[in-house]
């Protein structure tokens, strides 16, 4: 495919993206969507280190949400490139919505403005820079760059974007959660080296139950299910989970069920003012484990 077709091209998947999922549908999702964070800002002018949120940005989305269009392992083309995908997103921001301060710590992208015209405020040497994208503009965003979005017309905003996210990491968020308020309690557990003698790769693996008391306010801290997958399943009340795979948190009522796998980065937090308790079934590499 030559540049001049894959540029014209782009405008069709929006087309598509639009006509698949009416704007109705895809206003006001996402109110509780919580930005990716610099791990480490770069230092201001003064020697001062840049806190995130205070660059001069929002620090939520606001009136904005993304579809996810698909994506792809990359470390099958670029084995190098182990852990890393390549997702392509479609954006939705509505009149006064704004992308959250954010940086592109070790998540390179490249955003083309399909539809109306956004302004940017991007760090430059440690300050502020603000400038206009009109729709056509297509924006690299390379490891470091630090900055917000703003829609400040009467006009939606459409715009696909293409990042490549590390699943051996979680998604910078500030702040990292801490568990707190919790109660957890080990179940019984199969020895897999029984269930599956003839075997061998799984031989030190167990299914592992473990039963979670949430009081209000109560939090699991942020969690790595790499290698470590599950299924949660929410006996009682109401969580909040969120996932590295989603932009912002998945509200979780008794009976829900999340699947826990594919490198997937979460944290639950109960903001109800009950309790709620969450089975979690997980598979465990233990090494020498009692058998």
């Known amino acids: 495919m030559t540049e001049g077709v894959a540029v014209r091209c782009i405008p069709v998947i929006a087309t598509l993206v639009v006509a698949v999922l009416p704007l109705s549908s895809l206003a006001h999702q996402s109110v509780l969507v919580e930005p990716e964070w610099c791990t480490q800002p770069p230092p201001a002018p003064s020697g001062a280190v840049a806190v995130p949120g205070a660059f001069p940005g929002p620090v939520r989305h606001e009136k904005m949400t993304n579809t996810e269009l698909g ?28 992308i959250a301060e954010h940086c592109h710590d070790d998540r390179p992208a490249f955003v083309y403005l399909l539809k109306g015209e956004v302004l940017e405020t991007v760090e430059i040497d440690g300050k502020p ?18 900055h917000w979005w703003k829609n400040v017309t009467k006009q939606n905003v459409l715009m696909v974007a293409f990042d490549i996210p590390d699943s051996n990491r ?19 557990r199969l020895m897999l080296k029984k269930e599956y003698p003839h075997i061998q790769d799984v031989a030190n693996y167990k299914l592992q139950g473990r039963l ?13 299910h790499v290698g470590r997958p599950g299924i949660g399943y929410v006996v009682d009340g109401t969580l909040l989970e969120h996932r590295s795979d989603r932009e912002g948190p998945v509200v979780r009522r008794t009976g829900d069920l999340s699947m826990i796998n594919g490198n997937i980065w979460n944290y639950w937090e109960n903001k109800s003012l009950a309790q709620a308790t969450l089975l979690v ?11």
Do not use: H, Y
Not at 129 to 146: A, D, Q, Y
Not at 172 to 178: C, D, N, Q, T, V
Not at 212 to 224: A, H, M, Q, S, Y
């Open 71 to 98: 994506s792809f392992d990359l470390a099958k083309e670029i084995p190098a490139l182990a852990g890393r995908t390549v997702r392509a997103r479609f954006w939705l921001m509505e009149p006064d919505g704004a």
């Open 129 to 146: 820079v603000k400038r206009t994208l009109k729709e056509g503009t297509s924006v690299p965003e390379g490891n470091g760059t630090r």
């Open 170 to 188: 979680p998604a910078p968020r500030r702040p990292l959660p801490e568990t707190m308020n919790v109660e957890t309690r080990e179940l019984d």
């Open 212 to 224: 979670v008391t949430f009081e209000p306010n109560g939090r699991i801290g942020l969690d790595c």
């Open 281 to 291: 079934v997980e598979f465990l590499d233990c090494g020498k484990c009692e058998q």
